[in-house]
Nanobody, 114 residues
């Protein structure tokens, strides 16, 4: 499995970004819980949001109400709509299967700065 994240960039506080992640490979994508993680400089990677095979979602307290995770099993993609961005959201964002059984992708950089 190969994971490719995209959609990052630099935005001002209060702005929005939509991240996408495509999983390539012959996998039963729809059976996996997928998740977005992020890693800020000098910090450990943390779970941001997850979505189960039945599309049940969970969010870190720090992003609940601002971020929305979605999935498209036919396209083997998972997205993260990020609204009301804050400087503390600055990080490299990664997607993965929630059990972390797949190799990490390169991630996509999100920078929130005025």
């Amino acid at each position: 499995v190969q994971l490719v994240e995209s959609g990052g960039g630099e935005v001002q506080p209060g702005g929005s970004l939509r991240l996408s992640c495509v999983a390539s490979g012959s996998i039963r994508f729809g059976v996996f819980t997928m998740a977005w993680y992020r890693q800020a400089p000098g910090k450990e990677r943390e779970l941001v949001a997850s979505i189960s095979s039945s599309s049940r979602t969970n969010y870190a307290d720090s992003v609940r109400g601002r971020f929305i995770i979605r999935r498209d099993d036919r396209k083997q993609t998972v997205s993260l709509q990020m609204n009301s961005l804050k400087p503390e959201d600055t990080a490299v964002y990664y997607c993965n299967e929630a059990g972390l059984r797949w190799p990490w992708g390169q991630g996509t950089q999100v920078t929130v700065s005025s």
